[in-house]
């Protein structure tokens, strides 16, 4: 059986083996210490911004608050009694019935007594924030892990972990370009060929470890500032928008999941694709059978390029649309022989659980076609 040829226009492209890595991850620790009195989730629960998770014991705090309070208060009465003794001295100074000395005794005074309701005001400040860190709450949207502490424990401020919580609407997919590509991407650039990711965000593909499609996408949001001179690879991070397994939120992706990352390289460019099963191999050398219009088999000598789907793009000028390629049969024919070629039966429709194999996305309107943004700056 025989097939024709495809001419489309493909992208270059490298893939890349990397892993899941949270967004936004905390791990939740008291600020002050005290005995856990309570705790308001269940292990592995999805919370709001502000959800109440833990409760430390306020009595004492509340005391302290109300010991700085009064010490305030009795600042300020203090702080009225110094002013108005200060404006009675004043009136007899100016009227020369007092001393300086005198006066000067009485101005600071008042000063001193100012400067403790300050120190006051500071207490209560503190003594009130004191307070509202025995009961912490979620600092954003996400999925909490396992409780490290159970309630009537002590926590000591800032040592103890309690539990930690991760955002998972969005994953970063971090990966390590070799230094080989990245020259590659950076002589492009040199060029003028392309702009550099930084100039010009670039969308990446995604399959997960159970997938053999690119049925997610992102895009790239960090280069790193070295290259690792152990490993001669370049980390990159590209964010990824987690879907959603139902209406409810439960996530497809979480982090640590291994994924494979596949960059566009370059500007799209038109190419010859055929079948990678028409494709053979002789000592190295690939090549396909051609029928020409006498139906005599030709072998034409090949040199491959990257496989997308299951076809491979053929560089060169080897063989074109109109020509007529074997794809099955291959060990059962010889060049100079004579066939008679049918045409190969249409590929079945692929699945629709899965996204197939795509190009990438054509810069945006007010982009140019050689804007397409690359890896490497």
């Given at each position: 059986m025989v097939d024709r040829?495809?001419?489309?226009?493909?992208?270059d492209y490298e893939d890349f083996a990397g892993r899941t890595e949270p967004v936004k991850v905390v791990e939740l620790k008291s600020r002050v210490t005290g005995y856990l009195k309570?705790?308001?989730?269940?292990?592995?629960?999805?919370?709001?911004q502000g959800k109440q998770l833990f409760d430390i014991d306020d009595r004492i705090y509340k005391a302290e608050l109300g010991k700085a309070r009064a010490a305030l208060h009795k600042a300020r009465e203090h702080l009225k009694t110094t002013t108005s003794t200060y404006s009675l001295v004043k009136q007899a100074y100016e009227s020369g019935s007092e001393s300086k000395d005198k006066h000067d005794i009485a101005?600071?005074?008042?000063?001193?007594?100012?400067?403790?309701?300050?120190?006051q005001l500071a207490a209560v400040e503190l003594a009130e924030t004191n307070l509202r860190f025995c009961h912490i709450t979620a600092p954003f949207d996400g999925r909490l892990s396992k409780r490290l502490?159970?309630?009537e424990n002590l926590v000591k401020a800032d040592e103890t972990s309690l539990t930690t919580i991760v955002r998972l609407d969005e994953v970063y997919a971090t990966f390590d370009i070799d230094e080989r590509t990245v020259m590659r991407v950076r002589r492009l650039i040199q060029k003028g060929e392309v702009k550099s990711s930084r100039e010009l965000p670039l969308r990446v593909q995604i399959a997960l470890a159970d997938e053999d499609d690119f049925s997610m996408s992102g895009v790239m949001v960090f280069t790193d500032n070295q290259v690792d001179a152990g490993t001669g690879t370049l980390r990159v991070r590209a964010?990824?928008?987690?879907?959603?397994?139902?209406?409810?939120?439960?996530?497809?992706l979480s982090p640590g999941m291994f994924v494979r990352v596949r960059v566009p390289i370059g500007t799209p460019r038109d190419a010859v694709l055929v079948p990678e099963k028409a494709i053979g191999s002789d000592q190295g050398q690939r090549f396909v059978f051609v029928v020409n219009a006498e139906n005599t088999v030709e072998r034409r000598n090949v040199r491959v390029g990257q496989q997308y789907g299951t076809s491979r793009v053929i560089e060169g000028n080897v063989v074109s649309p109109s020509d007529r390629v074997i794809v099955d049969g291959l060990l059962r024919v010889r060049p100079g022989a004579e066939v008679n070629p049918k045409p190969a039966p249409p590929p079945p429709p692929r699945p629709t659980n899965r996204t197939a194999i795509t190009l990438p996305q054509a810069p945006a309107p007010h982009a140019k076609g050689k804007d397409r943004a690359v890896p490497g700056e």
């Open positions: 040829p495809v001419l489309q226009k493909v992208n309570q705790i308001h989730f269940k292990d592995g629960q999805d919370v709001e101005a600071g005074d008042m000063a001193e007594a100012a400067a403790e309701v300050e120190a502490v159970d309630e964010t990824i928008t987690n879907p959603r397994l139902t209406t409810a939120p439960w996530y497809m």
